[in-house]
DNA sequence: CGCATTCTACGAATCATTTCGTATAATGCG
DNA sequence: CGCATTATACGAAATGATTCGTAGAATGCG
């Protein structure tokens, strides 16, 4: 039983323009068309396509009180991200969060100051058993 | 630069029959569709297909000796969840895994062995800067 | 042997996602 | 004002992923 309406999993795209929107902020299809287009290449009505579609379906929102309307994330990153990690983590990981944190954590630098972060959060988790 | 050719990232169908892969070992269309039609509704003919597809795709070998093929991934299963994990690090996690990992590991109930596990990790990747 | 069962192969429908062309409205500037 | 520029909206093509029907070959059993 959840208590918020169950959030559904971005597209691949949809993922892509939310990283945008959560690195610049509130952003006109222009400025996610060409940060976006420096990455991979891509329409600007492409761009503009989707975020429409990602307006119907309650991905973001927007203010329209500029001709360019402005668009944002209507979730929280961390929440979206949740999602991610949840479908990622039931799919390929067995249900096993914590095999995926292995596995993410493994062989990829890290700077000291962030495995000292991963450490304190471990404190805390088990601070609460 | 990379020593090993690149790795492709498998759809999320495909995704679900190495899972059952991994599980089972080795196995025929028929075990495999077993294992998954109790998941979701699924047609044996469609598990089939995919199965097929992975094959020439190179995601899976199969030994044809008895009549009923037995599939075995081709890659290890530990290479394929680090090619699923870098492709949702790249999109959804600015690049940084230890963001991933720090997300996967919060609000997850872990058990403490799993805890001491990455600890344990940790350990070992700060010993070897 | 002859039939029911179980396989593989394969084409093609269906469905989801991504892409973009075109129409048209708003804006700004010389 | 009139034109170039920049927006949105929208339809629909293109692509990718999933699904399944059907055909025909192998197998096993009475």
Chains 1, 2 share one sequence.
Do not use: C
Not at 2 to 26: C, F, H, Y
Not at 57 to 86: F, M, W
């Amino acid at each position: 039983m959840r208590s918020k309406a169950m959030e559904q999993k971005p597209t691949n795209s949809e993922v892509d323009i939310l990283s945008v929107l959560w690195r610049l902020g509130p952003s006109s299809v222009r400025e996610v068309y060409e940060d976006m287009n420096q990455r991979r290449e891509i329409g600007y009505t492409t761009v503009l396509k989707l975020m429409q579609i990602m307006f119907e379906k309650g991905l973001v929102t927007r203010n329209e009180d500029s001709r360019a309307h402005i668009y944002s994330p209507l979730q929280a990153q961390a929440d979206t991200q949740r999602t991610l990690i949840d479908d990622l983590v039931e799919r390929a990981f067995g249900g096993s969060a914590h095999k995926l944190a292995l596995n993410a954590l493994s062989s990829k630098k890290a700077t000291p100051e962030e495995l000292a972060e991963i450490r304190s959060l471990l404190d805390h988790l088990e601070e609460q058993k």
